[in-house]
Structure formats: structure tokens, C-alpha cells
């Protein structure tokens, strides 16, 4: 584990959390709305979530991340994300810029829970400290330690100027004396917004993706049919349903395949759950599905699907089509949960502190 900001003081602002697995310090965050923190694209890279950890310590559950659909984790652009709490957080949200009004050469201050030198191991505590802009780029802003600088497990912290967040911890040379890179939030101010305004308490209505029960506006927020992982505001049938859902065991739900889900029509990888919107190889249709390997004994694709070349030049799985023409229904959806595994993903080593 690792304790703050290179060379720091003590923080007061309580909207500054830590992400932890367990006991171990993962990344810093900031908390912008009473559902959401603020944090690095990197820091939630794996499959399962961190707690949100608040300055005295109390563990909060997460439901739901959400890492800008454009994040490179070769280049970090983009490197931004937020994550969803619930219940809601009783800490005042700190504001978050939608322009930039700082220059290069200006002063910001850099807060988080990192190393206060490189290689530090004492308890991670919230620290702060001072750098100085030296660029500005469509995407990131650069700094130099002034005389304090971002380290490890600082990343997903907030840069502050003017009172409000301009930039999310992102990378730094490995000593941390050299310079620093955060993410602009002008540049994904609107990223950010569409996303507080759908996981808002009441902001998603019948038919909706939801992530806790606050978060509809009416009904109750339950699974899909075909996919526990993803749930959605489902009201009672009396009085009919919405166009595109169905009457099923007396809620309006979504038929089969649920948006999101193994099958269901997709644009873009932020669209499904699995992230992989791909069509078939020579097809033009993409659908949400998951990668399979034909050559390796126990990854086949579940009954209904086939393990075909896709579009990406690797293999996944498509709906097979029945001898009438039509396509096969699909059963338990318990299978995905054993493909979780099988993406492969580059990892990253920025600002994170190593486990023990």
C-alpha cells in the first residue's frame, strides 16, 4: 500500500475518496455527484468493482462503472470514468469544470491518496500539494511537480483550479520528480453529464437500463430475462406497455434479447455488456456478443450460437440459424458468466500501487 501527493499535507476536502479493494489502495477518486465518483478510465480496468472509501474510512458499495467509450490504454486518452454508489453518498460533491479557464504556467492543486515518495509504504491518507501547468492538449494537461506532484495511487485524484476539477489523475514518470498528466473533464464534460443524468436517483424511466432501485423513476429496477448482469425500470402492465416491451409475468419487460444482451442489436461496444459489438465475418449486421475460441476443448459457444469468424478478425459467438430458416432461441444465460474470463486485456501500470 502506499500513503500521498510527493512531498504533501494533509487534505480536508471530503469529496476526495480512495478506491480499495479489501484493504488495498487501488486509486483515487472524487465524489462530483451523491450517486458518483469521478475517477481514471485505468483504475477500472478489471471486471469487478472497487468500494468507494470516504476520509473516515466507511466502505461504500459500487454498482456500476462506466470508462469513457474512447479510452486507449496505450495512449491513456481519454482515461476517465465514473463510478455509481448506492446507497448515495452523504458528501458534498466537489463541481467539475466544463471549460478550462487555466493557463499554462498557472498553479492547481493535486490531491489523492497515493505515495508521497516513490516506493512509500506507510497508510494510504488524503494529501495535497501544489503543481504547475505546462501544456495543454485537446485531451490532457501536463504539469510539473511546484513542488508537489501526483504518484502512485493518486491516479483517478482531481486537479483543482478555481475551486472546481479540471483534470483526472492519469500517468507519470515512474519516480514521480519529472512530470504528471491528467485527463481534461472540459473535454468530457459531456460524457460526464449524460451519464450523472441517466444513474441520477429518478433519472431512468420504464424500459430503461438501471443500476439500483432509486434510479427509476417509476416501477422497479429488475434483472433481465436473459441476463441477471443487466436490470432494467420494469412497471406494472396495467394500462398496457411501451412500444418495444413486452407483458411478461405482470411487468413490461423487454423480450428477448434484451438491449445489451448476447444477440441484441448494438452500434458501438459501449452498447453491450460484454463490450464486443462485432457482425459476423463478411456480415454488416453487429450484434452484442462475446469472443469464443473453436480451437480450445470447453470454450464452445452456448446452444443457439455458433462459434464463427467475426468481423474483428477473431471469433465469436452468433445465433445459429434453424433448418426452418429461423433463428434459435437461446437459453440460460448463465454462460456468459464463464466467458467474463476470457478476454484478454493489456494491463496497464499507471499510478497503481502494487497489492500487500
Known amino acids: ?19 480499495a ?4 489502495l ?4 472524487t465524489v462530483i455527484a451523491p450517486q458518483a465518483v469521478l475517477t481514471a478510465a485505468h483504475c477500472v480496468k478489471s471486471a469487478d468493482l472497487p468500494d468507494v472509501v470516504d476520509g473516515n474510512g466507511v466502505h461504500h458499495t459500487a454498482v456500476a462503472k462506466f470508462a469513457h467509450p474512447g479510452f486507449d490504454a ?3 486518452d481519454h482515461d476517465l470514468a465514473l463510478i455509481v454508489v448506492d446507497p448515495p453518498l452523504a458528501i458534498a460533491p466537489l463541481p467539475y469544470a466544463t471549460t478550462l479557464d487555466a493557463a499554462v504556467g498557472e498553479m492547481f492543486e493535486v490531491i489523492g491518496y497515493g505515495w508521497t515518495v516513490a516506493g512509500d509504504t506507510s497508510v494510504p491518507a488524503r494529501r495535497t500539494g501544489t503543481s504547475q501547468l505546462t501544456a495543454i492538449d485537446p485531451l490532457q494537461l501536463h504539469s510539473v511537480a511546484a ?18 476539477i479540471i483534470g483526472v489523475a492519469s500517468s507519470g514518470d515512474p519516480m514521480c520528480v519529472q512530470f504528471a498528466q491528467h485527463t481534461r473533464v472540459d473535454a468530457h464534460a459531456d460524457f460526464i453529464a449524460a451519464t450523472l443524468a441517466a444513474t441520477a436517483a429518478g433519472g431512468a424511466q420504464p424500459g430503461d437500463r438501471c443500476w439500483y ?6 416501477g422497479t429496477c429488475t434483472a433481465a430475462l436473459d441476463d441477471p448482469r443487466l436490470s432494467f425500470c420494469a412497471t406494472s402492465c396495467d394500462g ?11 411487468l413490461c419487460r423487454h423480450p428477448a434479447p434484451s438491449p445489451g444482451a448476447t ?3 448494438c452500434a458501438s461496444a459501449a452498447d453491450c455488456i460484454d463490450a464486443l459489438c462485432v457482425a459476423p465475418s463478411g456480415g454488416s449486421t453487429t450484434t452484442c456478443t462475446t469472443h469464443c475460441f473453436s480451437d480450445l476443448p470447453g470454450f464452445a459457444c452456448p446452444s443457439g450460437t455458433t462459434c464463427s469468424a467475426a468481423a474483428d478478425g477473431e471469433e465469436a459467438c452468433f445465433a445459429t440459424p434453424a433448418s426452418d430458416g429461423c433463428s434459435s432461441s437461446r437459453g440460460d444465460a448463465s454462460w456468459l458468466l464463464g466467458l467474463l474470463g476470457l478476454r484478454i486485456r493489456r494491463r496497464v501500470v499507471v499510478h497503481d500501487p502494487p497489492a500487500g
Open 26 to 29: 487501488t486509486c483515487s477518486a
Open 74 to 76: 496505450t495512449t491513456l
Open 213 to 218: 432501485a432509486a434510479n427509476c423513476a417509476g
Open 263 to 265: 444477440g441484441a442489436a
Open 1 to 19: 500500500m502506499g500513503a500521498t501527493i510527493t512531498g504533501g499535507t494533509p487534505s480536508l476536502e471530503e469529496a476526495v475518496v480512495e478506491l
Open 240 to 250: 398496457g406497455c411501451a412500444s418495444g416491451l413486452a407483458c411478461i409475468a405482470g
Open 147 to 164: 513542488p508537489n506532484q501526483t504518484c502512485e495511487g493518486d491516479s483517478g485524484g482531481p486537479a483543482v483550479f478555481a475551486g472546481q
Open 21 to 24: 479493494r479489501g484493504d488495498v
